[in-house]
Structure formats: C-alpha cells, structure tokens
C-alpha cells in the first residue's frame, strides 16, 4: 500500500505529484489494469496457432 505524508508546510498539489509517481512507479495501476477482465487462458493449440501468426506478421514485415 502506498502511503505519503505530508513534508512540513508542504502544498497539497505537490503532494499528490509525488503520490502519483509513487503509484507509477510502483505498478499498481498496470496491474489493475491487466487484472480488470477475466480471460480464458489460451490452449496448447491457440497458442501455436498465434505464434504461426506474429511469426509470418514479421517475416513479412522484414520482406523475406
């Protein structure tokens, strides 16, 4: 849990900059994020099936 105190007669817009870039750096928000739907996990095949995909997406890409 990220916490911030205040530092002496410390303005309240300074205060919320510096908990904002702890809660950047922390990652808590890209977590959130990442965790804010539920999806299936993939099978073996779908899995492969994608692989085949980005790998021919790229070759293509580099023109060979």
């Known amino acids: 849990m990220i916490e ?3 530092k002496g ?3 309240f817009e300074f205060m919320l ?3 904002n870039r ?3 750096q922390s990652g808590v928000l890209t977590v959130a994020k990442t965790k804010r739907y539920f999806e299936k996990d ?3 095949a779908e899995k492969r099936k994608s692989a085949v995909r980005k790998n021919l997406v790229n ?3 580099r023109g060979y």
């Open 59 to 61: 070759r293509l890409r």
């Open 17 to 19: 900059r510096r908990f």
């Open 42 to 44: 993939l099978t073996r």
């Open 22 to 24: 702890e809660v950047q």
């Open 9 to 11: 007669e410390e303005k």
């Open 4 to 6: 911030i105190k205040k």
